[in-house]
């Protein structure tokens, strides 16, 4: 068994005329982790996803596969990654099956291999039909299994549910759970769904303009904040009377004008919720619906940017 | 591991890039049935005797003068279809087919905008009792029509047929239009299909990503293009054998020179507009780029290598250059084996010129091209 890490990234820069896109950023993933680099668009997830992909160089700092560097060791990081890029569209007028036979080729593999890892993405029913005939959901398990071809030591995923709608979501999680209890595949996965890199990854690196804004296992993440609590709610009148929201409140209250709904941030709950409540009798606001829930990811990422995940 | 259950990587890369064009029932039609169809439509167009109808303005006055009187006596009467044609001349002839002069009386200020509109293109008018012709003596049409007026107005012949005992109407294989036209349809089609499949395809799966996603494998990078070429070659040859069967049945045409020689340029002709399509295709990720770069390349040669029509017409400076394009060296190539009885010798420079610069173009392509 190997003793240095499946992928480490030391100090890694990299610009894009005046963009810094990876500003210093240093992790590493062992053998069976699974890695979310989580953050919006624009955070700098592709770029270093591309750079452990041998795709982009870096302009500064290490990237070791395996404890190999790119440079003279194509070939060999080649065969033990297995890669989704972002947006690949394969050829619309090859089946399923050929396509997977195309990249079988260039890893030499048996023919049962091709029919091995249409089974693992459950596409069997769909096997002889054409790329451009596959919804969003397949096409997105067609490049999974492309990736899951050379049964590779490390797996990295761009976006892999990007567009998808929730069922076609799951069942990509569901594979990629299955793949986790199964195979000692590591996987480095990028996203800004704050579920999907909950519901699949050991290990989670928020990141923005490049850099690490926070990084730990979920319980790590959101222990800090396990007192507070988010109180989401709606109002018999329907709306917020102007500037009951504004930072002269005794409550920081978000009101989304949208879907007509409030929510506040209660560092201690207990104590925090009858004072609440009061705040909105004392305004004479009648409430029609009050829920409350743990911090989630997204809340902790507004905490540190201001923004959602996904804007 | 048993060697015989592993995929092949030639193979399957030469198997997918021939099933994405077959599959394609758009690039079936317009890279074999359309050049067909161009033949036959070009070929019966410039082999038939037709009879010509030509349309000329006649200023009238209100007051009978000498164009009325030379109408009246050499045409047929005045035509009372509605369709504003005042006279009628046919001057018959059997070896080239009939010209039929259909006579328009228009104003002056009617006259000139049928003549900018390209409706007539000579105007017979009169000035103090002479009978003028006006019309752009830089135009051929126009001044055959002159030249035909002129020639039958003053004869005193009523029913005109022209004397074409001096025509000896050339109609041996070799001399016709068709036969200059198909060779060059050939190269043409090879030029064409090779800069718009092979180019259009790298740049398509460049945008696509699907470039940079088999890059990401052990996939070997000279086994990709090998096959593309490979897989345009097959094409354009299954399109060639085609043209040739096609117009063999129909026109009559048959390769004059040597068969190794045909296949020689035409292999010289693939490599040469390979290695040009994946130069131009080296870079950009953009069709629309792509677009303009392979018209950049393509428009000049149709207009100017002498497909449709001999370059000769050039003016002389351009010639020496107008030969030295690469569909130029196909299409002479092609017809000095189709309708001079070429052989390999005769084609030899043209061959290796189309052969050298392809390769040049080719290792140009690579040390620049983009895989990501």
Not at chain 1, 58 to 71: A, M, V, Y
Not at chain 2, 183 to 194: F, V
Not at chain 2, 342 to 357: D, H, K, S
Request: proline content about 3%; charged content about 20%; glycine content about 8%.
């Amino acid at each position: 068994m190997s003793v240095h890490p499946l992928v480490q990234v030391t100090d890694v820069y990299k610009s894009f005329k005046a963009v810094k896109a990876v500003n210093g950023l240093t992790f590493q993933v062992d053998q069976g982790q699974f890695l979310a680099l989580l953050g919006p668009n624009g955070a700098g997830k592709t770029t270093m996803v591309e750079m452990i992909e041998g795709i982009q160089q870096p302009d500064r700092g290490e990237i070791l596969i395996d404890g190999k560097k790119w440079k003279h060791h194509e070939e060999e990081i080649h065969r033990i990654i297995g890669i989704s890029l972002q947006e690949t569209q394969y050829i619309d007028k090859l089946t399923v099956h050929e396509t997977l036979a195309l990249f079988a080729s260039f890893y030499h593999l048996p023919k049962n291999r091709v029919d091995e890892v249409i089974g693992i993405v459950r596409l069997e029913e769909k096997q002889k039909a054409y790329v451009v005939n596959l919804s969003g959901g397949q096409r997105q398990r067609l490049a999974l299994s492309i990736a899951l071809l050379n049964q590779p030591k490390i797996l990295l995923l761009d976006e892999p549910t990007t567009g998808l709608d929730p069922a076609a979501r799951r069942e990509v999680w569901d594979i990629l759970q299955k793949l986790k209890k199964e195979s000692g595949t590591a996987l480095i996965l990028t996203t800004h769904y704050m579920e999907e890199a909950e519901q699949l990854c050991d290990y989670i690196i928020i990141i923005d303009h490049g850099l690490i804004l926070k990084e730990g296992t979920i319980s790590q993440l959101l222990k800090v904040e396990k007192d507070k609590k988010i109180v989401e709610f709606t109002l018999r009148n329907d709306h917020l009377p102007a500037g009951t929201d504004s930072d002269h409140s005794i409550f920081r209250i978000h009101w989304n004008k949208e879907l007509r709904k409030g929510s506040v941030e209660l560092n201690e709950f207990d104590k925090e919720l009858p004072e609440f409540l009061e705040f909105l009798h004392s305004k004479k606001f009648t409430i029609e619906h009050l829920e409350s829930r743990r911090i989630s990811l997204d809340d902790l990422f507004i905490s540190l940017t201001g923004r959602h995940l996904n804007e | 591991m048993n060697e015989q259950s592993k995929y092949n990587q030639l193979w399957q890369l030469l198997a997918s890039h021939l099933k994405e064009v077959i599959r394609e029932p758009g690039v079936l039609f317009w890279g074999i049935i359309f050049p067909i169809l161009m033949s036959l439509g070009l070929g019966v167009a410039f082999t038939q005797n037709q009879d010509t109808l030509r349309k000329v303005a006649v200023i009238l006055h209100s007051t009978p003068n000498r164009i009325d009187s030379l109408l009246l006596y050499y045409t047929d009467s005045a035509d009372s279809s509605g369709d504003g044609v005042s006279y009628k001349l046919t001057i018959k002839n059997e070896q080239m087919g009939s010209t039929t002069f259909r006579f328009y009386s228009m104003s002056w200020d009617e006259a000139l905008v049928a003549l900018k509109r390209g409706v007539v293109n000579v105007i017979i008018a009169e000035t103090y009792g002479e009978i003028e012709y006006h019309f752009d003596p830089r135009n051929p049409d126009a001044q055959l029509n002159y030249l035909k007026l002129t020639k039958y107005f003053g004869t005193g012949r009523k029913t005109i047929i022209e004397n074409t005992e001096n025509i000896n109407p050339l109609t041996l294989t070799g001399t016709r239009y068709i036969d200059f036209l198909i060779p060059g349809l050939l190269a043409m089609g090879i030029m064409m299909s090779t800069m718009w499949g092979l180019s259009y395809g790298i740049i398509e799966k460049r945008s696509k990503k699907l470039l940079r996603r088999m890059v990401a494998t052990p996939m070997r990078k000279s086994y990709f293009l090998i096959s593309f070429m490979t897989v345009r070659m097959l094409m354009n040859f299954a399109e060639a054998v085609l043209l040739i069967v096609f117009v063999w049945l129909v026109f009559d045409i048959t390769i004059q020179g040597s068969i190794p020689a045909l296949f020689a340029i035409f292999i010289a002709g693939n490599i040469g507009f390979a290695g040009l399509a994946f130069f131009v295709s080296c870079r950009t990720a953009k069709t629309e780029i792509g677009n303009g770069l392979i018209n950049v390349i393509v428009m000049p040669m149709m207009l100017l290598s002498g497909i449709f029509f001999s370059y000769h017409n050039f003016p002389d400076a351009l010639i020496p250059f107008i030969q030295q394009l690469p569909l130029t060296l196909v299409a002479d190539g092609m017809r000095s084996i189709f309708i001079e009885g070429a052989g390999l010798l005769q084609i030899a420079v043209p061959t290796t010129i189309l052969f050298v610069g392809g390769i040049v173009f080719f290792l140009l392509g690579l040390r620049f091209f983009r895989w990501y």
